[in-house]
């Protein structure tokens, strides 16, 4: 059993290492001095930093990206957390059928939502502006702030939230002041879950997005179809530090959690 | 009490409906306006042509070889990526689950950090790395074991690797979630039966784990069936997936009636496989998992 132990030990390590290689590889690549992708790289400098931070180009589109995934995930994250609540408090099984149709976003194959969000926008006149680009973003992300606020919201005990009213609390300060402040982390969670999918759709603005509001990630798709710059390294390093930061702050936000309803 | 005075329970129940309707109508309406209607309008398309009805654009699939190639390639890849991740995730949610807290956070950072990195990203490294003058040719022909730099990229190969990885966690976290939950206890007693540590894990443990490999499954399945990137950047115009069948079809030829077709069908064989697989788990299981 020991050689077991070991021999399934070797390969995950091995698999392991596979999953995180491509993630690290981009950093040193990054710092690059050369034109070509050597590895490891002939000399180190900072250029496709400088290159990225010079070009106008880059920057509109670094804007657009940052604008539209703050403000959809915020707009998704009241939306969601609203939904996630009316599910979780109805009785019937009519309403609770109904996430299904919230889920749909993850389910659909992204092209076809691409494809029929194209469709709408080329009717209403939503192409290519920061509105169709916020609106498409946060029906992206409904499903994740839905689906993490729910789990939060099963956890939380009603009886709590009847106690509150029948002390003559109303329903709305009930919700702020005795249900928010339990469910917080699975809220932000799902806030930073929205942020993320937003930073990094890109699908669909391939189809939706253009001119003056063109997404980071629409320009580096363009860019690598046509050839491999190491400018795209250095805005991936930046954009793989934005995630894991954030991934620090949920799990962050998750283990103050836990430290106080371990207190409580 | 007469007939006509209202029951104050019903009114109650009646202002709860009302308060549910009204919290769940900004999101439901986004959803619906720009998912449900263009779907719908996808259908309606597909059926039409000249204004009137057709099912011309189905009956493309009979005969247009490309059509097939299209869906077979996509699903011999959906095939391949899918064992593949059954293959490696199964090892590492194993020792995941039966290691101490510690290691257990340790193997699941490392599974949960790429899948929090952009896709495009990904696709990126694997560019890099597997490109004629890549990192992997270079290190096979520095170590001699080949002369000529192999051809890892702009190939179906390249495409399946990297999605392989870009999904692997999605096999993962279903499958350890179900083995976290399999009690210790099962399996000591089945050692203590006597049973050797290969037969407990074959009689005990895999069956017990077997709801989380089917949703893993499903979930990558699914999911490699509407990949679209990846093929894109790493197929070089040799791997050829439905869903650049739909984009090609509206941005080169404008066939607004074949991207719809497509789109249906391909929207049918999702919602088929989980349909086919609720029978087995339940759907929020699948969804829930991630």
């Given at each position: 059993?020991?050689?077991?132990?070991?021999l399934?030990?070797?390969?995950?390590?091995?698999?392991?290492?596979?999953?995180m290689?491509?993630?690290?590889?981009?950093?040193?690549?990054?710092?690059?001095?050369?034109?070509f992708?050597?590895?490891?790289?002939?000399s180190w400098?900072?250029r496709?930093?400088?290159a990225?931070?010079?070009?106008?180009?880059?920057?509109?589109?670094?804007?657009?990206?940052?604008?539209l995934?703050?403000s959809?995930?915020?707009?998704?994250?009241?939306?969601g957390?609203?939904?996630?609540?009316?599910?979780?408090m109805?009785?019937?099984?009519w309403?609770?059928n109904l996430?299904?149709?919230l889920?749909?976003?993850l389910?659909v194959?992204?092209?076809?939502?691409?494809?029929?969000?194209?469709l709408?926008?080329a009717?209403?006149?939503l192409?290519?502006?920061?509105?169709?680009?916020?609106?498409?973003?946060?029906?992206?992300?409904?499903?994740?702030?839905?689906?993490?606020?729910?789990?939060?919201?099963?956890?939380?005990?009603?009886?709590?939230?009847?106690v509150?009213?029948?002390?003559?609390?109303?329903?709305?300060?009930?919700?702020?002041?005795?249900?928010?402040?339990?469910?917080?982390?699975?809220?932000?969670s799902?806030?930073?879950?929205a942020?993320?999918?937003?930073?990094?759709?890109?699908?669909?603005?391939?189809?939706?997005?253009?001119?003056?509001?063109?997404?980071?990630?629409?320009?580096?798709?363009t860019?690598?179809r046509d050839?491999?710059d190491p400018?795209?390294?250095?805005?991936?390093?930046?954009?793989?530090?934005?995630?894991?930061?954030?991934?620090?702050?949920?799990?962050?936000?998750?283990r103050?959690?836990?430290?106080?309803?371990?207190?409580? | 009490?007469?007939?006509?005075?209202i029951?104050?329970?019903?009114a109650?129940?009646?202002?709860?409906?009302?308060?549910?309707?009204?919290?769940?109508?900004?999101?439901?309406?986004?959803?619906?306006?720009?998912?449900?209607?263009p779907?719908c309008?996808?259908?309606?398309?597909?059926?039409?042509?000249?204004?009137?009805?057709?099912?011309?654009?189905?009956a493309?699939?009979l005969?247009?070889?490309?059509?097939?190639?299209?869906?077979?390639?996509?699903f011999?890849?959906?095939?391949?990526v899918?064992?593949?991740?059954?293959l490696?995730?199964?090892p590492?949610?194993?020792?995941?689950?039966?290691?101490?807290?510690?290691?257990?956070?340790?193997?699941?950072a490392?599974?949960?950090l790429?899948?929090?990195?952009?896709?495009?990203v990904?696709?990126?490294?694997?560019?890099?790395?597997?490109?004629?003058?890549?990192?992997?040719?270079?290190?096979l022909?520095?170590?001699g074991?080949?002369?000529?730099?192999?051809i890892?990229?702009?190939?179906?190969?390249?495409?399946?690797i990297?999605t392989?990885?870009?999904?692997?966690?999605?096999?993962v976290?279903?499958?350890?979630?179900?083995?976290?939950?399999?009690?210790?206890?099962?399996?000591?007693?089945?050692?203590?039966?006597?049973?050797?540590?290969?037969h407990?894990?074959?009689?005990v443990?895999?069956?017990l784990?077997?709801?989380?490999?089917?949703a893993?499954?499903v979930?990558?399945?699914?999911?490699?069936?509407?990949f679209y990137?990846?093929p894109?950047?790493?197929?070089?115009?040799?791997?050829?997936?439905?869903?650049?069948?739909?984009?090609?079809?509206?941005?080169?030829?404008?066939?607004?009636?074949?991207?719809?077709?497509?789109?249906?069908?391909?929207?049918?064989?999702?919602?088929?496989?989980?349909r086919?697989?609720?029978?087995?788990?339940?759907f929020?299981?699948i969804m829930?998992?991630?």
């Open positions: 059993m020991k050689s077991g132990k070991i399934l030990v070797t390969l995950v390590v091995l698999i392991l290492a596979w999953l290689i491509p993630v690290v590889i981009i950093v040193p690549m990054s710092f690059s001095g050369a034109r992708l050597a590895f490891p790289p002939p400098s900072t496709w930093y400088e990225y931070l010079a070009n106008p180009g880059w920057m509109q589109a670094t804007r657009v990206s940052l604008t995934a703050v959809s995930a915020a707009i998704a994250t009241v939306m957390t609203a939904a996630a609540y009316a599910l979780n109805s009785t019937s099984k309403v609770r996430q299904v149709i889920m749909l976003p389910v194959p992204i092209v076809i939502t691409a494809v029929g969000v194209f709408v926008y009717n209403v006149g192409l290519a502006t920061m509105t169709g680009l916020i609106l498409a973003n946060v029906m992206l992300g409904l499903p994740y702030v839905v689906t993490s606020v729910l789990v939060g919201l099963r956890k939380f005990d009603p009886v709590q939230e009847m509150s009213r029948s002390l003559g609390m109303n329903r709305l300060r009930t919700f702020f002041v005795v249900v928010l402040p339990q469910i917080r982390a699975s809220v932000i799902g806030l930073l879950f942020f993320i999918s937003a930073l990094d759709e890109t699908v669909v603005a391939l189809f939706i997005s253009g001119g003056q509001y063109q997404t980071l990630t629409k320009r580096m798709f860019a690598l050839e491999i400018t795209i390294a250095a805005i991936s390093t930046l954009l793989t530090a934005v995630s894991f930061l954030m991934v620090i702050l949920v799990s962050l936000s998750a103050a959690e836990t430290k106080k309803s371990a207190e409580a | 009490m007469s007939s006509t005075s029951d104050p329970s019903r109650h129940e009646s202002r709860e409906r009302r308060l549910t309707l009204m919290l769940l109508a900004p999101a439901l309406s986004v959803v619906v306006a720009l998912l449900v209607v779907l309008w996808l259908v309606w398309q597909s059926v039409r042509q000249d204004g009137g009805f057709t099912l011309a654009h189905y493309r699939f005969h247009d070889d490309v059509y097939w190639m299209a869906f077979l390639q996509t011999r890849i959906a095939f391949v899918t064992a593949a991740t059954v490696l995730g199964y590492v949610a194993y020792l995941a689950a039966g290691s101490s807290r510690r290691t257990s956070l340790l193997i699941l490392m599974v949960v790429p899948f929090w990195t952009s896709v495009l990904r696709a990126y490294a694997w560019l890099i790395l597997l490109q004629r003058r890549g990192l992997v040719n270079g290190a022909s520095d170590l074991v080949i002369d000529h730099p192999l890892l990229v702009n190939n179906e190969f390249g495409t399946v990297a392989i990885h870009i999904l692997l966690p999605f096999m976290l279903p499958l350890y979630a179900t083995m976290q939950k399999i009690p210790r206890e099962l399996t000591m007693a089945g050692a203590s039966l006597g049973g050797t540590p290969l407990v894990f074959l009689r443990f895999l069956p784990s077997l709801p989380g490999v089917v893993g499954m979930l990558v399945f699914v999911l490699t069936l509407g990137i990846t894109e950047l790493l197929g070089g115009g040799r791997t050829y997936m439905v869903s650049m069948l739909v984009s090609r079809n509206i941005e080169l030829y404008n066939e607004w009636g074949a991207a719809s077709s497509i789109s249906i069908v391909l929207l049918l064989c999702v919602f088929a496989i989980f086919l697989a609720s029978l087995l788990i339940p929020e299981r829930g998992a991630r």
